[in-house]
């Protein structure tokens, strides 16, 4: 039997919890919320809640079973013990194609912020250059990272106050108003930014003393990005209203020109690009991961399982994927991409509930797991049907190769 080479358990709660945030925060505050306002109107906060609660769910369901297999790539691992090969199979799968929607949306986010005429080739070179990051090695990318953190939260904090302080916000555009109808749809949508959670499971082979590392990390993140997310969200109302919101294609730097400060808006654009080389770096992180194990497993390429041997990553498998987004990037749109992937990661999310609840410990994975299929379902419908067909194609792809063998 050919031996597996073990990636190095290098990272503590510390960096974990920065992994997850570098995830998070970016994709939620600079590019999900203008969609979510759109579909929910003045009801966009209470989506916020019904996404942090299915995301709470989903982060106990993955602490668990991440605690009981520490081993990398999260919900393929653990629907492949728990339910079988070929829901473990499924999982990774919609986890690789969905968050590769996820690398591609944040990558052309750098390009429309840095410089917009030239927007895809900057996102190609954002792919490339974090691409080689990784491949040197997970303690060089948890440092990254953590920088990319620190500034972003120093940048959201800096709106947040010159918003609030200027004398020109109104609470009374948070009033709910009409129907409550799209709250579902927009709840699917911001969900598309709660996942980064996820990086901190598919880690679970590069992180010491797993079992008691992972469960304190994951809500710790989650936990850290919803109030960070809601602040936001409410700052953000109260200067534009849910229609001005659910129409700018760049809601904090719209924000800050409402307020009166648009000398921050240069300072904006600059972290919102920053927010999205976080995001991306912790993205390629996960997917690369997820696809070591099935590559392991026999079900994507065995060459992708190579671990380097010197830097202790996956290293074939890092180049893949830096490959297919950087090919993403040069030809997709940022909005478009973003219900495919919240109706993937979500699907991801309902295998991993339903693998928790075979451990016992059933109301909260069957919560995690009703939330997921009601949110993934009540996305646009152009993205259902996206999502559907591509899992399908995974599922074809899957019957082919079991019948050959």
């Not at 986010?109 to 990784?134: C, D, E, R, S």
């Not at 600059?270 to 997917?287: E, H, P």
Request: hydrophobic content about 55%; charged content about 10%.
């Amino acid at each position: 039997m050919r031996r597996v080479s073990p990636l190095q358990r290098r990272l503590g709660v510390h960096d974990a919890v920065v992994i997850g945030l570098g995830s998070m925060i970016g994709a939620g505050i600079f590019v999900a919320l203008t969609p979510a306002a759109a579909a929910a109107g003045s009801w966009l906060l209470v989506g916020l809640g019904v996404a942090g609660i299915v995301a709470y769910c989903n982060a106990t369901s993955s602490a668990w079973l991440a605690a009981r297999y520490p081993q990398s790539g999260g919900t393929y691992v653990y629907g492949r013990e728990r339910l079988g090969q070929f829901w473990g199979y499924l999982a990774g799968w919609s986890f690789v194609v969905g968050k590769t929607a996820s690398c591609a949306a944040m990558a052309l986010t750098v390009g429309f912020y840095v410089w917009p005429q030239y927007a895809h080739a900057v996102a190609v070179a954002a792919v490339v250059v974090l691409t080689a990051v990784n491949y040197r090695g997970i303690q060089k990318s948890a440092a990254l990272t953590r920088l990319i953190v620190a500034v972003v939260l120093a940048l959201l904090a800096a709106v947040v106050v010159a918003v609030a302080f200027s004398g020109r916000t109104d609470l009374a555009r948070l009033t709910l108003g009409g129907a409550p109808t799209g709250v579902l749809q927009a709840a699917g949508l911001l969900f598309f930014a709660f996942a980064g959670y996820a990086r901190i499971a598919t880690l679970g082979e590069e992180v010491r003393d797993p079992a008691r590392t992972i469960p304190r990390a994951i809500p710790i993140a989650l936990g850290i990005t919803l109030v960070v997310y809601a602040i936001v969200a409410v700052t953000v109302l109260s200067v534009l209203g849910p229609d001005r919101l659910a129409s700018s294609p760049a809601p904090l730097a719209e924000a800050v020109r409402a307020a009166g400060v648009g000398g921050l808006e240069p300072v904006v654009r600059i972290g919102a690009a920053v927010a999205a080389l976080g995001s991306l770096l912790s993205l390629v992180l996960g997917v690369s991961r997820t696809t070591l194990a099935m590559a392991r497993d026999r079900h994507l390429p065995a060459s992708l399982a190579a671990v380097h041997p010197r830097f202790g990553v996956p290293h074939h498998a890092e180049v893949a994927v830096g490959v297919v987004v950087a090919a993403l990037a040069a030809v997709a749109d940022v909005r478009g991409v973003i219900g495919f992937s919240s109706f993937a990661v979500l699907l991801y999310y309902a295998i991993a509930n339903a693998s928790a609840w075979t451990l016992g410990r059933r109301l909260i994975p069957a919560a995690g797991l009703v939330g997921c299929v009601v949110l993934a379902f009540a996305l646009p419908p152009a993205s259902v049907l996206t999502g559907v067909a591509v899992l399908a194609v995974g599922a074809a792809i899957y019957a082919v190769r079991r019948r050959l063998r």
